[in-house]
Every structure is written in C-alpha cells, then in structure tokens.
C-alpha cells in the first residue's frame, strides 16, 4: 500500500506569514509524529498522537506551533508568524502503535524556507 | 542538552570493508534503541533496532551492539556496499523516542 505522503514538498514563505504542512499516514496507522530537522542538526521531536488520547505537544519549541490531527488520518502542523529559524525540514511519520517497539515510518518531508 | 550523541559528522570506508558506526547516549531509563537510514529528499528508513535487554541484534549485514554500562551503542555493517552511503541516525526510546544528529556514511569504491 501507500506510504506517509506529505505536502507541499517544498515551501518558501515571507517571515511573518502563516504555513500548514499535510501528512498522510499509513492507512491503519494508530500514531502519528511530527518531528523537524534543522541544518545540521538531528531529528526534532515535535508532537505525537495516538488514536484518540491527548496528544504529547512537549517539543512544539512554541506556541505559534500547533498540530491537528483528525481521527486517525491526516494531520496538519500549523505555523503561524514564521520565523527564519523555523526553516528547516519537517518530516511526518506513522506507525502501528507506540513507536518505542514498533517501527516508524517516515513521509519524505516538506522542506520550508522562511524568507 | 543531547541525550543521544553521535560523534561522528561522517566517515569514509573502503568498499567490501566493515562500517562501524557508534551512538552515546545519557538516560539510562532508555529501553528500546533503534537505527534509521536517510537518503538526500527521502524520509528515514529503519533498519535495525534492539531492545534493553539484550547486547546484540543481527540481521544480514547489519549488527548492533550495546553496552549498558558505558551506555554505548555500535551498528557494524559487514561487507560495506556502495547503496550504503546515506546518513545513519541512531535514536532511542523511553516515552518519546530522541534521535541523534546523524552520521554520514560515504563508502568509497
């Protein structure tokens, strides 16, 4: 079947600006991640859901962050006022369950860039 | 602060050699680890992964190894073959699941 798609791929915007980036999970797919990898930098954890508990935001840097996620489908990360250190690539992944035990994968990412 | 540390920016090895790529990590409380492997525009795939209780983990020509006590852990890969070039990240769980910055492998032909 398919795998985590995400759009856009690519998004340039104005710093100031608003942006959402869409992830698609694996359909079946109970948990859903978003993380965010800067230049150079590893993986960024972001937020998490898990079917219908409350979902983990404790890495969203800050509240002009914020995620939704409907059911157990798509989600969107939303940011608003962007800022040029917000550039960087935001990757989405899903998995069966908790991911401690269990493999995650991941969409291709959709990278921005704040002007 | 890191709680998953991968040393290394790169590393270069002979085709057909071993590749030994090594992660560092803090939290003791970690008890699931995991390898994932990046190529340029394309999400992390995993690779391998190795829970607390055990020191090593085999699969082909992948290996990782762990030490608890000096809270290391090593993923070998056994001959190097040229579609091994990617970036490495080593990552590890407890309630949420940390990765590493990333180690680029390139193997040379």
């Known amino acids: 079947g398919a795998g985590v798609s995400q759009s856009p791929s690519n998004k340039v915007t104005e710093k100031g600006k608003d942006v959402e980036l869409r992830c698609d999970p694996i359909?079946?797919?109970?948990?859903l991640y978003w993380y965010r990898q800067r230049l150079g930098q590893g993986l960024e954890f972001l937020i998490y859901?898990?079917?219908?508990?409350?979902?983990?935001k404790s890495g969203l840097p800050s509240d002009r962050f914020s995620a939704e996620r409907t059911g157990e489908s798509v989600s969107t990360l939303t940011i608003q006022r962007t800022q040029q250190e917000d550039s960087a690539v935001y990757l989405c992944?899903?998995?069966?369950?908790?991911?401690?035990?269990?493999?995650?994968?991941f969409g291709p990412g959709t990278r921005l860039t704040v002007l | 602060d890191q709680q998953v540390k991968q040393n290394s920016p790169s590393l270069s090895v002979q085709e057909g050699r071993i590749s030994i790529l090594n992660c560092d990590y803090t939290?003791?409380?970690?008890?699931?680890f995991l390898w994932y492997k990046k190529y340029p525009a394309e999400g992390p795939t995993f690779l391998i992964s190795?829970?607390?209780?055990?020191d090593k983990n085999e699969d082909g020509r992948f290996t990782v190894f762990l030490n608890k006590s000096a809270k290391h852990l090593s993923l070998h890969i056994v001959p190097s073959q040229p579609g091994d070039s990617a970036v490495y990240f080593c990552?590890?769980?407890?309630?949420?699941?940390?990765f590493g910055k990333g180690t680029r492998l390139h193997i040379l032909p």
């Open positions: 992944a899903s998995s069966l369950a908790w991911a401690g035990h269990n493999e995650q994968f």
């Open positions: 990552a590890a769980s407890v309630d949420k699941i940390i």
């Open positions: 939290n003791s409380m970690f008890d699931y």
């Open positions: 859901f898990q079917g219908n508990s409350a979902p983990d």
């Open positions: 359909s079946g797919h109970t948990a």
């Open positions: 190795i829970s607390s209780i055990k």
